[in-house]
């Protein structure tokens, strides 16, 4: 049986209002652990590395670089890692260029408060109520 690790989520989205909704409404599992926040790609690959989060929120336009160049970038720094971009607008053209370069899933911004945290969530073995503990594991 596969060993479950809790989120770490690092979210880079250019927006400073989207990024404090997307942390607030993460943050209401508490399994979840946002490790970092960036605004632009460039951060957003220094805080990876640094931070070597097991998801990555990405927005689909950035200041410096698209997210699909992102996505590519950080697929191949962390290729474990799972990454869930964000779409403005319902583009399946531009989703499924982002799953083919290695996202894991796509969710429009507009559906953030009911799929965003199941997508980060999801074969985490994170269910609704569970507290982790400094190793990780279910409480």
Do not use: F
């Amino acid at each position: 049986m596969a060993e479950h690790l809790h989120p770490r989520v690092l979210v880079v989205e250019h927006h400073p209002l989207l990024r404090e909704h997307i942390r607030q409404r993460l943050t209401t599992e508490p399994c979840v652990e946002i490790v970092g926040e960036a605004s632009d790609a460039v951060h957003a690959v220094e805080e990876a590395l640094r931070l070597a989060p097991n998801v990555i929120v990405i927005d689909q336009v950035l200041p410096d670089i698209n997210g699909l160049q992102l996505v590519r970038l950080i697929r191949r720094l962390l290729p474990a890692t799972r990454i869930i971009v964000l779409l403005d607008d319902q583009i399946q053209v531009y989703c499924q260029a982002a799953l083919e370069l290695g996202a894991t899933t796509c969710i429009q911004k507009q559906a953030l408060t009911t799929e965003l945290l199941a997508a980060v969530t999801r074969d985490s073995g994170c269910e609704a109520g569970n507290t982790w503990t400094a190793e990780g594991g279910a409480a």
